[in-house]
């Protein structure tokens, strides 16, 4: 009914429904009709006698009869079928060792069923975790794009990865994440003007060495005369005439916060933090300048982000904020985060972002919200609450109510530098 083909070079199972049992079934059932339809037509066309019409009534009754059983057996039989390839397509599955993604579905490309094979060992079982074979792993979410996903894994292989970087970004954030490792080689583009650390944190980026497929602007200055978000007017703009080395340094209004009176609020042991939405990556510069390491959360919405905080000698993490932060427990002293922690304004979402930055936050560790954009009051009221059950110690706290540009409502901006209190 069906045969299977394991094909051990490239890692894939193929499945084929086999036609010969189809084509003795339909050359039996036509044979059944031509028979029938003879016996009907000497029926008609010739005077029997009552002898001959009792045997051909019997013949024929004989003839329905076997046609029954014949379909009673051919329906049998597909229903054989049907459940062979049930079967073969779990078969697939449990070899491949994935159950979320349908691997089934037309055109999917091999190299993704490659990736999600099981793999072994090979010392064969680690003696301290008991594992046998390593699974790959890829967010839950992609089934929700399985034609997306399907074209991000359509390549050569050992060839040049297809220039589509906007589209595995796009499948991020998505919610596809992570995303398939590939086989491939990514796009190079030559860092041209690069200078060596500390003179890269403030010196302005050659366009040639970034990657600007993909993204309306095609230069920084273009970035430059465009909002690109509420913490990014101009962050790429680092001219000694810009805004960008005097933030965090001086305050430009009561909401702001110096870095230095922050990190005196700390108590000394300042050295590694986690910058959630960094914009352009002017916060770490500005840390580093103080003997302090942080990495910086960014994607390239609008903007080749990641380049740009690479090129200035720090360190930049592509990752979206639905992913777990990829860090073990309680190993920053300091997380700074703007408007940029909000994912959505959805409630449940924001809470599980709260508790990760929570969980990477060493006890006595820093947490700095900074002008964080309440839509309102209420807002600002959960936002409150949500604090209030970490049991965060308040060192600074200043809310501000703005009125919103071109309109009658008011705007509410909250800025907190808090505390993890030790938890026993």
Request: proline share 4%; glycine share 8%; aromatic share 10%.
């Amino acid at each position: 009914m069906g045969s299977v083909s394991l094909k051990i070079g490239d890692g894939t199972a193929r499945f084929r429904r086999a036609t010969l049992c189809s084509s003795a079934v339909n050359i039996l059932m036509l044979f059944s009709v031509l028979t029938t339809n003879l016996f009907a037509l000497y029926a008609f066309t010739s005077s029997p006698s009552p002898k001959d019409q009792q045997q051909a009534q019997h013949l024929l009754h004989h003839t329905q009869k076997n046609m029954s059983l014949i379909s009673e057996q051919v329906s049998l039989i597909l229903r054989e079928i049907d459940s062979s390839q049930k079967k073969l397509a779990q078969m697939e599955n449990d070899l491949l060792g994935y159950q979320t993604i349908d691997l089934s579905r037309p055109n999917t490309p091999n190299e993704l069923k490659r990736f999600l094979q099981h793999h072994t060992l090979p010392l064969g079982k680690d003696s301290r975790t008991g594992i046998t074979e390593m699974v790959a792993s890829v967010g839950h979410s992609c089934e929700k794009s399985g034609d997306l996903l399907s074209q991000y894994m359509n390549y050569k292989v050992s060839g040049p990865c297809p220039d589509d970087w906007s589209l595995a970004q796009r499948l991020i954030l998505r919610g596809c994440e992570p995303l398939p490792r590939r086989r491939c080689f990514a796009k190079t583009v030559p860092k041209v003007g690069l200078t060596t650390f500390p003179l890269s944190l403030w010196k302005n980026v050659s366009a040639k060495s970034v990657t600007w497929s993909g993204l309306g602007c095609k230069n920084f200055e273009c970035l430059s005369s465009k909002k690109l978000s509420r913490e990014c007017v101009g962050c790429f703009d680092l001219s000694n005439g810009g805004d960008e080395k005097q933030r965090f340094v001086k305050a430009r209004s009561k909401n702001d916060f110096v870095i230095d009176d922050v990190l005196a609020l700390g108590g000394g042991g300042m050295r590694v933090g986690f910058d959630v939405g960094g914009g352009s990556g002017t916060f770490a510069a500005t840390m580093a300048e103080r003997n302090v390491t942080v990495i910086t959360n960014t994607l390239n919405i609008d903007a080749p982000y990641s380049e740009f905080i690479a090129a200035r000698g720090l360190f930049p993490l592509f990752l979206s904020l639905d992913h777990r932060f990829p860090f073990y427990d309680n190993v920053f002293d300091l997380v700074h985060a703007a408007s940029g922690l909000d994912v959505g304004g959805k409630p449940d979402k924001f809470e599980f972002l709260m508790f990760d930055i929570d969980r990477i936050l060493r006890p006595g560790g820093l947490f700095w919200l900074d002008n964080f954009h309440c839509a309102n009051e209420e807002r600002k009221k959960d936002l409150t609450r949500l604090i209030e059950r970490f049991g965060y110690k308040k060192l600074k706290w200043v809310v501000a109510v703005d009125a919103a540009s071109g309109s009658s409502k008011f705007e509410v901006y909250l800025s907190a530098v808090l505390q993890k209190p030790v938890r026993l």
